[in-house]
Every structure is written in structure tokens, then in C-alpha cells.
DNA sequence: CGATAAATACCTATTGATACGGATTTTAAA
DNA sequence: TTTAAAATCCGTATCAATAGGTATTTATCG
């Protein structure tokens, strides 16, 4: 429909810490036509730098970047270049993820595993104006929206005092330290204890442990 | 020197559960003079599937894959087929990773955030019977066998009993509920947490349990 | 056979954490 | 501005865990 717009040479801008990956998704672009690599970013602030200073139509970012990562990245191009369509390639197919990069309006969202065809695929629909969404993930996506919607969010949400509070639990001072750390009373950290235990339903301290390890409040 | 090994086209094969990857490393190498791929894997059955089949020069290959990962993969193809290189490409930097690339004899080891040129100088360095590790990488494993040696490991030996108590304590036991369990009196227990607490050298319940975790007791 | 490690058991004292009550003030959202 | 959530504080009581000890039995290793 719109040939034109892909006839004039789409011209893409890659981010991916990984040089070895970008310079290879980089081989594989250069083999379809009228498409033009250029430049290869190896993090978000580079990639802001480089759509600075030329017109780009496409860019293909990681998620997973040192320094901005690039749900960040996306958010900063569509702010400021909201002419740019972006594809994510992740190597994750954790439903969170895909949900932030929905979030920040991002055009498409492929696998590190998906295959050349689909790679090709994406990026012609995206350069058409239209969204692709790998179809693996969406399932995911769909799946877990269902779930959750049935269990009815048992989700735990610590308040951020209670955060802090159970990080220093977690790096071994006692209530009383962390009462001085925090300027506050102990009566007040243990008042905290006793609502950070309710929350996430345990009942010893090892179970809070073992619940802040399991979500990564280390 | 041994020109005539690399002039008569070496044949190039490649695992990697990530296809985008693959496909892009594949076409790199294609660009390189007297290579060619052989073929693609996305696990480590299927590359061996295919060196069965035919004579490859050089493999390269992921560590994390589905079922197979890669130093196994690299294990069982230096069991049957020793003449091949063998090339990994990780993304990690983590010491113990390179540590176990080196000990089942892979001749290289880059990650996938090295340019194309390191990966072109490791793959000619490969085929002429020569080994590549990637300096970066080199140093953090120097660094970290220099740190072992000084502090002359501190490995502790819990005793069986002590594990299992250990673990009945990540269950959320009480001593006085894991003397009943073991039949034993609950001075016992105490007696084996005290000496966990000391071999482990944690001085809190949270340390002990943060031991645990980082040590797989769990 | 002697030495050592492991497992067992006990004692006293203290510290830390939890249970069960409350209550007030600050802050942010509706 | 009302309301709800978050953060603050206090008391009493009990339970759990740790810090010091000491001591016996059993098995294993050299």
C-alpha cells in the first residue's frame, strides 16, 4: 500500500549492547531492500546521540542495555523523534516486560529466537505504519492478564518505608539498628515488622527472607 | 602458515537457540573469505545431530541453550568429534563460566558484545590451530584465581546433620519443631545451629539464611 | 591405639523478634 | 475537605534464638 514510503530507502538505526548481535541483525537488514543500516548503537544515550544527527525511519533496540535500558530509550525517542517506529527484540518472553514495552508505545516486540522470516516480517510491517507484537509473547501476555483477573490480585504491595525497612532487615541489622539508622523509635520498625509480616504472609522470619528473595528485594 | 587449511574453505557450524542471532552471526561470517556455514542449530542435540552427518572445521556455539547447554554440548563433542574448534560466544563475563569453557577444552571463549574484527581475529586464530580468549574476560578470571589464592579458601564443610538442619531451619522450622522432627533433644539443635552459625560465619538468622541461598541449600 | 570429627545433651543469661493490644500524626488521593 | 493509607509511637508478655560454656558417645582414619 504505502511502497513508496519502503521504496525510498527506510533508513534504521540498531541498539544492542551486544556488538556481535547487532552487526549480524545489521548483515541480515542489509540483505533485504531498500534498507539502509545508519548506525549501530551499543547503549540508549548513544542512540539518542546518533537519531540527533540524522533522519531515522526504524530502530531496533534490546531491552537489556548498560545505562539507560531501553524501555527508557523508547520512552525518549517517542518523546522527542515520535516519527521513529521501534521494534524490540528481547531476549525475554516475561509477560511484565512486554506489558512496559506496550506501555511506552513501542511498535513491535520479536524474540532473539525468532526466525529470520518473522525478523523480516516485523520490520516491513512496522515500515508500513502497523504493529507487530510476536505472537509467542502475546500468548503469554494474554495468559497472565487472565490469571490474574481470576486470583483477583493477591499482589503484596510493601510501602516504601516498609521497603526500606525489610532491605535493612535483609542486610542484617536488628531492629534497634535500624530504628537509629532511620532515626525512628524500635516500637515504630517493629510496628513495620508486624505490617511487612502480615503483607506478605509469613510468619517467621525466614519466610520473610525467603519471600524477599523471591522478589528480588535485595 | 597453514594456509592451505584455511584456503580450502572451512566449514562453520553454529548453535544457538537465539535464530536472530545465528542467522545474523551466520551472515557475518559468510562475508569472511573461505568460510561456510554448514548449518544452523538451536540446541545442542541438533548441532550434534549434524556433525554427524558431515565434517565441520568449527563450531560456534551459545552456553545457555534449552535442554543441552553448552559446555556439555562442548563435552560430547570433544568426546566425538575432537577435531573440531570449538568457538564459545557467551554474553556473560562471569568467571566460573570461563573457568568451565576452559576446563572441557573449548580453544575459544568471546563474549557477544565483542566487534566483529575480535570475532573475525578469533575465528582465523581458531583455524589455525590456535587458541582465543578474550582478554577482557582473561583478566577478570586472573583476577578472580589471584583473590582465591589470598584468601586460601574459606570453604566450609557442613556436616550432614548440620544440612539437614539447615534446611528443616529454610523450611521455617523452629529448632524446638526440627528436635521433635529428628527425634532429638532441643539442646541438640541448638547445639548444630550454633556450630552452623560459626562454620557458615554468619552472626544473624538472616545471614545464615542469605548463606543458604547463595550456597543452593534450600 | 590414639586422635579427631560428628552427633548428642545440658546450663545460664541475654538479646531479638513476635503477638496482642492500642493510639496519634502526616500525607496523599478522591 | 473528607477519607484512607502510611508512618509514627507505646506497653506487656512470651517465644525464639544466640552467646557463653561443658561433656559424653560413637565412628572413622591413620
Known sequence: MTAE????SAKVLIADDHKLFSEGLAALVQ???NIEIIGLASNGQEALDLLQLQSVDLLLTDIHMPGMNGIELVKQVKMHFPEVKILVISMYQDPDMVEAVFDVNAEGYILKD??????VKAITR???NGTYYSSAVMEKLLRKSIQQKRSSQPIVNLSPRETEI???IMQEYSSEEIAEKLFISKRTVDTHRKNILQKTHSSTLVGLIKYAYQNNII
Chains 1, 2 share one sequence.
Open 5 to 8: 514510503e519502503i521504496s525510498k
Open 114 to 119: 525468532a526466525s529470520r522470516e518473522e525478523f
Open 31 to 33: 540483505q533485504i531492500e
Open 126 to 128: 512496522l515500515l508500513d
Open 166 to 168: 525489610l532491605r535493612l
